[in-house]
């Protein structure tokens, strides 16, 4: 029986003290009046950090972890880790990006604070209320009112940039920065001026560039009517005197003179390599080679490219391919 005893009066003194631990990691127990007095003090020693950024730490360490706001039918735990958290980084930054963290802090504050103003009523708004002022801010007189845009957010950041570097390589010398925010205009419109210059050139060379001219070659006879034979015969006659245009012009003849004869178009003197090309189904296995045979002749009779004995050789090998052995 004692020993019962002793065990329930041990558990009690352990959650007591666990209550108590968890209670002390809060601050006290706050009237709405009294955190609204505690926002304007804060807001008031966030704006002295301006001139005296040293005394950040003692605030930071002087917070609760959080506040609990007695404002309506049960206490409001308010978290003070965005405070910390600005405060910390406040520290670590440079000038101008304290004057960022200590704009973004006091906006918030002030949001916290206006945001309490006549909270009891705001309880007690109803949803045609709610449905009302919502169509009020929906008129055209508020349209204009906005956060900054997404352009101003970057121009702070790259006059952020600027004065970082600014103090890297002058902090030592306690020069003092120029006025910076014309640099971060003058910076954006030259990155954007010369991305039009790059896409204008871009465009234009596009534009004067000539596409190719498929001509039709009309020969005095069908393909087929010589054989694939003496056209690669000749073909090989050019290449022997280092003629390369002119022995892939005559493989690819010799290509069309075989195909020809098989049968897998009936014989037109003015067709073009590209109507050549769609007489053979996709299905068929000499529709790879045959294109890859017609594009490198394209390229080198009827486009710019000069030719060399590897174009000669590969236009041999996809001859084998079809079968011209």
């Known amino acids: 029986m004692m020993i019962r005893r002793l065990i329930a009066v041990l558990s009690f003194t352990?959650?007591?003290?666990?209550?108590?631990?968890?209670?002390?990691?809060?601050?006290?127990?706050?009237?709405?009046?009294?955190?609204?007095?505690q926002l304007d003090q804060l807001n008031s020693q966030v704006s002295d950090l301006e001139t005296h950024p040293e005394k950040a730490e003692t605030l930071r360490k002087s917070l609760p972890?959080?506040?609990?706001?007695?404002?309506?039918?049960?206490?409001?735990?308010?978290?003070?880790?965005f405070l910390d958290d600005a405060l910390t980084s406040f520290q670590k930054e440079g000038p101008l990006d304290k004057k960022i963290t200590l704009r973004e802090l006091q906006t918030r504050l002030l949001a916290m604070r206006s945001g309490l103003d006549g909270y009891p009523e705001r309880e007690a708004t109803d949803a045609a209320m709610r449905k009302r002022l919502d169509d009020i801010l929906a008129a055209r007189e508020f349209s204009s009112v906005h956060g900054p845009s997404l352009f101003e957010v970057w121009?702070?950041?790259?006059?952020?940039?600027?004065?970082?570097?600014?103090?890297?390589l002058f902090g030592s010398l306690n020069?003092?920065?120029?006025?910076?925010?014309?640099?971060?205009?003058?910076?954006?419109?030259?990155?954007?001026?010369?991305g039009a210059c790059v896409l204008a050139l871009w465009l234009f060379r596009i534009?004067?560039?000539?596409?190719?001219?498929?001509?039709?070659?009309?020969?005095?006879?069908?393909p087929s009517a010589k054989s694939w034979r003496i056209?690669?015969?000749?073909?090989?006659?050019?290449?022997?005197?280092?003629?390369?245009?002119?022995?892939?012009?005559?493989?690819?003849?010799?290509?069309?003179?075989?195909?020809?004869?098989?049968?897998?178009?009936?014989?037109?003197?003015a067709r073009t390599p590209r109507e050549y090309l769609k007489e053979v189904e996709a299905r068929d296995p000499k529709k790879p080679p045959f294109t890859a045979l017609t594009r490198r002749?394209?390229?080198?009779?009827?486009?710019?490219?000069?030719?060399?004995?590897?174009?000669?050789d590969a236009a041999l090998a996809e001859l084998e391919k079809l079968g011209c052995q």
């Open 207 to 222: 534009y004067r560039r000539k596409p190719v001219e498929y001509v039709r070659e009309i020969i005095p006879f069908a």
């Open 14 to 37: 352990f959650l007591l003290g666990t209550a108590l631990a968890q209670n002390d990691s809060h601050g006290p127990t706050l009237s709405l009046a009294q955190f609204q007095a």
């Open 155 to 168: 121009m702070e950041r790259v006059q952020a940039w600027i004065q970082k570097w600014w103090d890297k």
């Open 297 to 312: 002749f394209e390229s080198v009779w009827y486009g710019s490219r000069r030719a060399h004995a590897d174009d000669f």
């Open 231 to 269: 056209w690669l015969a000749e073909a090989r006659a050019k290449a022997e005197r280092s003629e390369w245009r002119e022995a892939i012009h005559l493989s690819y003849w010799a290509g069309v003179s075989y195909l020809e004869a098989a049968g897998l178009w009936i014989p037109d003197r």
């Open 65 to 81: 972890p959080s506040w609990s706001v007695n404002g309506g039918r049960q206490p409001v735990e308010v978290s003070s880790k």
């Open 175 to 194: 020069l003092t920065p120029p006025n910076i925010s014309w640099l971060g205009r003058v910076f954006v419109w030259v990155v954007i001026v010369a």
